[in-house]
């Protein structure tokens, strides 16, 4: 019994000293899973934070077309309103500055017309 009992002491006594050896191994483990775990947690938490903006972008989205939708059809009027008066203006004033225009044009072909006659002299001589 007592050499029974000295054997389970020394396996003890053994099992004890491999444990301390080993003990760098298992903290070095033991930061490994850690630092695994904080990482895993902080991605977590940003896939969490993406997926709450997300959510509130489309359920802002929603609120925002009825809206949009009923503004456009508050202005629908007053473009047609708009564009009804804007277009006989504009057709006046094109019919006012068209002569200038045409004028405008005749000249300067006709400059272009006597710039052409000097160059071909000047090449002629």
Same mark, same amino acid.
């Given at each position: 019994?007592?050499?029974?009992? &000295? #054997?389970?002491?020394?396996?003890?006594?053994? #099992?004890?000293?491999?444990?301390?050896?080993?003990?760098?191994?298992?903290?070095?483990?033991?930061?490994?899973?850690?630092?695994?775990?904080?990482?895993?947690?902080?991605?977590?938490?940003?896939?969490s934070e993406a997926i709450q903006s997300q959510t509130l972008v489309?359920?802002?989205?929603?609120?925002?077309?009825p809206l949009v939708a009923q503004i456009k059809e508050s202005f #629908?009027?007053? #473009? @047609?309103? &708009?564009?009804?008066?804007? @277009?006989?203006?504009?057709?006046?004033?094109?019919?006012? &500055?068209?002569?200038?225009?045409?004028?405008?044009?005749?000249?300067?072909e006709s400059s272009v017309s006597k710039m052409m006659e000097k160059?071909?002299?000047? @090449?002629?001589?």
């Amino acid at each position: 019994m007592k050499s029974s009992l &000295i #054997a389970v002491i020394v396996v003890l006594a053994l #099992a004890q000293g491999t444990l301390a050896a080993e003990s760098p191994e298992l903290q070095k483990m033991t930061d490994f899973f850690e630092s695994m775990r904080t990482e895993l947690m902080a991605t977590v938490n940003k896939v969490s934070e993406a997926i709450q903006s997300q959510t509130l972008v489309q359920g802002g989205q929603a609120q925002m077309d009825p809206l949009v939708a009923q503004i456009k059809e508050s202005f #629908a009027p007053l #473009a @047609t309103a &708009i564009q009804e008066k804007v @277009t006989p203006l504009t057709d006046q004033l094109q019919q006012r &500055i068209q002569p200038f225009v045409t004028e405008f044009q005749q000249e300067l072909e006709s400059s272009v017309s006597k710039m052409m006659e000097k160059v071909q002299k000047l @090449t002629v001589e």
